[in-house]
């Protein structure tokens, strides 16, 4: 792990259950904040800063998908994961809807969760280091990773971090085929139906936004992935 502690906002009302997760991450080196109910650890989110957060979803006085709502008004690249025991998929589609990384069922094993953690801290930034500007040419647009937009003609789209994600893992593997399996396991940590349909969504949403380049193009390459061809050879 990085020498700064990546600083965890824990929502869960079962207390036991929550001890547990705080003792077993700070031991891998995590900064666990214990919240009990949902108003709670917004108050916590609101006064302090957070890396990542695992929230429950019954959770006193504020669910977990209000809470997550409300969390991403704060601040809308915040990752989380929830954790909890509803298992329905309608639960998890609307989860995954709220922009998670992860929804993890209980009861679950600690070494997965742990593993998952460690798989989205990787991709948090430290705050002491300076974020290179990184502008990249795709076809005719120029793609800013680090500010989310894509760039053709003077006329600027905004993106979300996990489409911005997506089109970067494609471009950097551009006229190749790439596995479904590769980018949802390096992207999400996790190769799972309900990520998998999440990623269906990112993919259209990035082929309507790259139409004005009628020389781009993201292909299903059946039963096994996707390929971004452009006939643009420019840098990464």
Same mark, same amino acid.
């Given at each position: 792990m990085n020498k700064e502690r990546v600083k965890i906002l824990l929502a869960e009302d079962d207390l036991n259950l929550g001890v547990l997760l705080v003792d077993y991450l700070e031991t891998e080196g995590f900064d666990v904040k214990l919240c009990k109910d949902g108003e709670l650890a917004l108050k916590a989110f609101q006064s302090?800063?957070?890396?990542?957060?695992?929230?429950?979803v019954m959770l006193p006085k504020?669910?977990?998908?209000?809470?997550?709502? *409300?969390?991403?008004?704060?601040?809308?690249? /915040?990752?989380? $994961?929830?954790?909890? @025991?509803?298992?329905?998929?309608?639960?998890? =589609?609307?989860?995954?809807?709220?922009?998670?990384?992860?929804?993890?069922?209980?009861?679950?094993?600690?070494?997965?969760?742990?593993?998952?953690?460690?798989?989205?801290?990787?991709?948090?930034?430290? *705050?002491?280091?300076?974020?290179?500007?990184? /502008?990249?040419? $795709?076809?005719?647009? @120029?793609?800013?990773?680090?500010?989310?937009? =894509?760039?053709?003609?003077?006329?600027?789209?905004?993106?979300?971090?996990?489409?911005?994600e997506v089109l970067k893992y494609l471009n950097d593997n551009r006229n190749k085929v790439v596995k479904r399996e590769d980018l949802l396991k390096d992207l999400w940590g996790e190769n799972d139906y309900f990520l998998g349909r999440s990623l269906d969504v990112f993919i259209t949403k990035i082929r309507k936004y790259l139409k004005e380049d009628p020389d781009l193009k993201i292909e299903n390459v059946f039963g096994v992935g996707f390929i971004l061809n452009t006939d643009s050879t420019s840098g990464k």
């Open positions: 302090n800063h957070f890396s990542l957060c695992l929230l429950d504020m669910d977990g998908f209000t809470l997550a709502k *409300e969390i991403r008004m704060k601040d809308k690249n /915040i990752p989380f $994961i929830f954790i909890t @025991a509803k298992s329905l998929k309608e639960d998890k =589609l609307k989860g995954y809807d709220l922009g998670a990384d992860d929804y993890i069922t209980k009861p679950f094993d600690e070494e997965e969760l742990l593993w998952k953690i460690k798989a989205i801290a990787r991709r948090i930034p430290s *705050e002491k280091k300076e974020i290179r500007e990184e /502008i990249i040419s $795709i076809g005719r647009f @120029a793609f800013d990773f680090n500010n989310q937009s =894509l760039m053709i003609e003077n006329k600027i789209k905004r993106i979300t971090e996990k489409e911005s």
